[in-house]
């Protein structure tokens, strides 16, 4: 039986609580607020089936009947339900055709070395230093969710992990990959040292190529900002360096696109060890 909506508690956005969501499209207003606006059906329900912490749930008064299904899940986990004008929704939307509804969310606040201690040995950790393109990490971001790897290192000066783009480019994997952030170089390597895990960075060339041997410690694996790659500083006081073998004449591979190469290349050849062990 469709839903409907005459059970449920919707109250009209008040100026002062629009314009509290309007500024959370400002990087320096999210992180002042510690919460980020989540536009669109889909990733309001993927917040919801994740257990994101929901301070508000906003929704076009012409589209109350349409996504009453989402409204009700909301209201049985005690969100509190708004409704305003679709000129007003328009403002707040960052997409070019809105859906007509959104959430405002907590943004998780993370200890990087307490998150790197409670990730398994046997499971690699990523660090991003420096990246800027917010495509790029939201698409690494859904890849790590594919292989099963729960927590990402971002440096501080990186692109906003709660940018719009960034949040759409991940779709949703964001709820389910934990994200700290390290100050700067020297802090990552304090990070590693720590918490035992071996500093493994990408090079263009010169690394090992078999990733198979980097599996014997536990890793810490970073790729470098889009333009720059991986600061000397690191890659000097690294444990370990990897490439990707390079057959044809391409000058370099898009970061997301290597991240995923790696991260694959990692889980293949854990399996393989697995089975060589097992059988």
Not at 102 to 127: N, S
Not at 163 to 177: D, L, T
Not at 181 to 204: F, I, K, S, W
Request: net charge neutral; glycine share 6%; hydrophobic share 45%.
């Amino acid at each position: 039986m469709r839903a409907t909506t005459d059970s449920l508690a919707l109250r009209a956005l008040t100026r002062e609580q629009f314009d509290d969501i309007a500024s959370l499209r400002k990087r320096r207003e999210r992180q002042s607020a510690s919460a980020t606006l989540l536009e669109g059906e889909r990733l309001v329900e993927d917040a919801l089936r994740n257990g994101a912490a929901l301070r508000l749930l906003l929704v076009r008064d012409d589209a109350i009947d349409r996504h009453a299904a989402l409204l009700h899940h909301a209201a049985r986990l005690h969100v509190p339900l708004y409704t305003t004008s679709a000129r007003k929704f328009a403002r707040l939307a960052d997409t070019e055709h809105p859906q007509g509804i959104a959430a405002v969310a907590d943004i998780p606040r993370l200890d990087a070395e307490a998150a790197l201690m409670a990730v398994p040995a046997h499971i690699p950790v990523v660090a991003l230093h420096e990246v800027s393109d917010p495509g790029n990490l939201g698409t690494i971001i859904r890849s790590m969710d594919w292989f099963g790897a729960p927590l990402l290192l971002l440096s501080h000066g990186s692109v906003d992990p709660w940018n719009a783009k960034v949040v759409r480019a991940s779709m949703g994997s964001i709820f389910r990959v934990s994200i700290a952030v390290y100050d700067h170089a020297e802090h990552l390597q304090r990070l590693a040292t720590d918490t035992g895990r071996a500093l493994t960075v990408t090079v263009p060339e010169g690394g090992t190529k078999d990733v198979a041997t980097l599996l014997s410690t536990p890793l810490l694996l970073l790729f470098g900002s889009e333009a720059h790659g991986v600061p000397p500083a690191l890659i000097d006081g690294a444990a370990h360096r990897v490439s990707i073998p390079r057959r044809g004449g391409a000058e370099s591979l898009n970061l997301a696109m290597a991240h995923a190469i790696l991260m694959y290349a990692l889980d293949a050849a854990a399996q393989s060890l697995n089975s060589d062990m097992k059988a």
